[in-house]
C-alpha cells in the first residue's frame, strides 16, 4: 500500500530513534502516532477531493512513473513518460503526444 501508516512509520521511528538521538522529541518523525494520524488526515482529505471530480478525470501524471503506489490506492489513471528507472530509454514523440493528449482531455 501507499507509505502511510505504521508500515513506514514504525521503521521510520526505529531508525530515527537509533541514530539521531539528539533530536528533540517534538521531531515529527519521533512521534509516530501523530504523524501518522496527519499523513491519514491529508489522505482522506484527498479521496473526498478526488471523489468530486468525474471518473475520467481522475488521473496522476508524471515525468516518471514512480508512483503507482497512489494511482492504486486512489483509483487514479496513471500516465507518465518514461518508466522508473528508464534513463537509458528515449520516449518517442508519440509517447511524449500521448501523454499531452491525457493532460488536454
Known sequence: GS???????????????RTQR?????????N??????QIRAVGAKLKTQLASLPKN??????????????????????HYLWPVNAEKRQ???RQIKGVIDVVRA
Open 91 to 93: 520516449r518517442t514523440p
Open 32 to 37: 509516530a502516532r501523530e504523524y501518522g494520524d
Open 3 to 17: 507509505p502511510t501508516g505504521r508500515n513506514i512509520l514504525r521503521p521510520l521511528k526505529s531508525t530515527f530513534l
Open 22 to 30: 539528539h533530536l528533540n522529541a517534538s521531531c515529527p518523525v519521533l
Open 57 to 78: 478525470q481522475r488521473a496522476l501524471v508524471t515525468c516518471e512513473g514512480a508512483f503507482s503506489y497512489l494511482t492504486r490506492d486512489y483509483n487514479l489513471a496513471e
